[in-house]
């Protein structure tokens, strides 16, 4: 199969971007932004949310109190959450107007926020993934988005070291990616408990905090971290995982779940491009048949198609994490600064789009404004 039809990536060059990115522009113009955490670039860095028009515009930006990971923005209002990184002491929300900054919400005292959040498909609340420290296991926050992020209650993940969560099935259902592994903020973000990791993918019924479905890799990768999930177009999720206990062996780092639908399926990659990833998935995003999945690590995105999970194609981002639905394929931003899109063909050379005052952090969500 060509390069074209493998949709493998597409660099853009900073001389021809307005040429190359025509559609990403004419979608922006229609109102779609892309949010992104950041560092500065400098020796003491200051940190922040920006909003980004998809052809290296900076909307505007918006400091955080630290470090901050992913965003999730409100699905009724032009407002946004931006989420510390793990372990978490904080969550903010931002208008998407103009980028002014909210209350900062701190975590209670017996929990510490992981990541990533989701809000309830009305907006009145916002579910947020976060470590129950004294009972060493995942919980979900609760919090009223209606009254100022006051949070009204919590509800088990049925797991261990939950990362990323994602509303589904009409707002009924949360997936929850449960890393498996157990930290505390004694020692931050050291893993206390590899040679026992649990990781798994838990299905949470919203009224109730049941527990619906709970699916885990083969016995052979128990070794592996799943973390990143990303919504699927047939209700179903793709994963990525990261290798918290190297037994020396390539090991599979993607695939897909339908919940109740018995096993994951997972992806085939080519041993060559699979060796490249080093254990490691930072982000997973899928639209229009495919899913990327990127690895900082070893500086690649790799694109499979999302009902047969047959590899399509790979691209070099050095420290590329970052990625968001885009046109045909998907935008990808970088620690150093850089903004590629990736999976539309078809290839061109070039170094990518570099803005220098930016090192952009591991999660990237498009809205429409």
Not at 252 to 275: C, I, K, Q, Y
Not at 315 to 334: E, K, Q, T, V
Request: with cysteine.
């Amino acid at each position: 199969m060509d390069a074209t039809r493998r949709g493998t990536l597409l660099l853009i060059g900073g001389g021809l971007l307005g040429a190359l990115l025509g559609p990403a522009r004419a979608e922006t113009a229609g109102g779609t932004l892309f949010l992104n955490a950041y560092a500065t670039a400098a020796a003491s860095p200051d940190y922040g949310v920006a909003a980004l028009d998809g052809v290296g515009g900076v909307r505007f930006t918006t400091p955080t109190p630290g470090r901050a990971h992913g965003v999730v923005p409100h699905p009724t209002r032009a407002e946004a959450v931006a989420f510390a990184r793990r372990p978490g002491r904080w969550f903010m929300p931002l208008s998407l107007v103009d980028g002014r900054p909210g209350p900062v919400i701190r975590a209670p005292d017996d929990r510490r926020f992981t990541g990533h959040g989701a809000f309830s498909t009305d907006g009145r609340l916002l579910y947020v993934a976060e470590d129950d420290v004294p009972r060493e296991t995942g919980s979900i926050g609760i919090y009223d988005a209606m009254d100022g992020y006051r949070r009204v209650g919590a509800m088990p993940t049925h797991g261990l070291g939950p990362h990323e969560l994602l509303m589904i099935a009409d707002g009924t259902v949360l997936a929850v990616a449960n890393g498996g592994v157990i930290t505390h903020p004694d020692t931050g973000r050291a893993k206390l408990n590899l040679d026992e990791m649990d990781s798994s993918i838990t299905y949470v019924e919203v009224a109730s905090g049941k527990l619906l479905d709970q699916v885990r890799l083969p016995e052979e990768h128990a070794n592996l971290g799943i973390r990143h999930i990303a919504a699927l177009a047939d209700g179903g999720i793709a994963f990525g995982a990261q290798d918290e206990r190297p037994v020396g062996m390539l090991q599979p780092l993607t695939g897909t779940h339908r919940p109740g639908g018995g096993a994951v399926r997972l992806f085939e990659t080519p041993d060559d491009e699979l060796s490249r990833f080093e254990g490691y998935i930072g982000s997973v995003a899928a639209d229009k048949g495919k899913v990327a999945a990127s690895s900082p690590k070893g500086g690649i995105i790799g694109l499979w198609d999302d009902a047969t999970g047959a590899w399509l194609g790979s691209g070099a981002l050095p420290d590329g994490c970052g990625i968001a639905p885009d046109g045909d394929g998907f935008l990808a931003s970088s620690g150093l600064g850089n903004l590629r899109t990736v999976g539309a063909a078809p290839d061109l050379p070039g170094d990518g789009l570099r803005l220098a005052d930016f090192r952009w952090d591991n999660h990237m969500t498009r809205f429409a404004i």
